[in-house]
């Protein structure tokens, strides 16, 4: 049974910092790409970044370039989104996305919220 369950995500003040988690089981974590996005209220769901199975390549929507890092952890099967300088246009629901070729498992998400 495939699960992506997300955690790390609630309530930050501006300038503040966060980091959420994906932990996977079910699959063969080592050979998708994995992925976070995120939805607010309204929007349509925006791809934030990008890892490659390997976790040597990585890319980011410019919204978050520079303050967003995406990491994976391929023997705990997690993978990770550290999200500093955070901007109340930041608040969403984070989901975590496994992709490889036309297969994609989505998590349940987390909602980050960025306000004073």
């Known amino acids: 049974q495939v699960q992506l369950v997300e955690s790390g995500g609630g309530l930050v003040q501006p300038g503040g910092s966060l980091r959420l988690s994906c932990a996977t089981s079910g699959f063969t974590f080592s050979n998708y790409a994995m992925n976070w996005y995120r939805q607010a209220p309204g929007k349509e769901r925006e791809l934030v970044a990008t890892?490659?199975?390997?976790?040597?390549?990585?890319n980011y929507a410019d919204s978050v370039k520079g303050r967003f890092t995406i990491s994976r952890d391929n023997f705990s099967n997690t993978v990770y989104l550290q999200m500093n300088s955070l901007k109340p246009e930041d608040t969403a629901m984070y989901y975590c996305?496994?992709?490889?070729?036309?297969?994609?498992?989505w998590g349940q998400g987390t909602q980050v919220t960025v306000s004073s």
């Open positions: 996305n496994a992709q490889r070729w036309i297969t994609i498992y």
């Open positions: 890892i490659t199975s390997g976790g040597i390549s990585t």
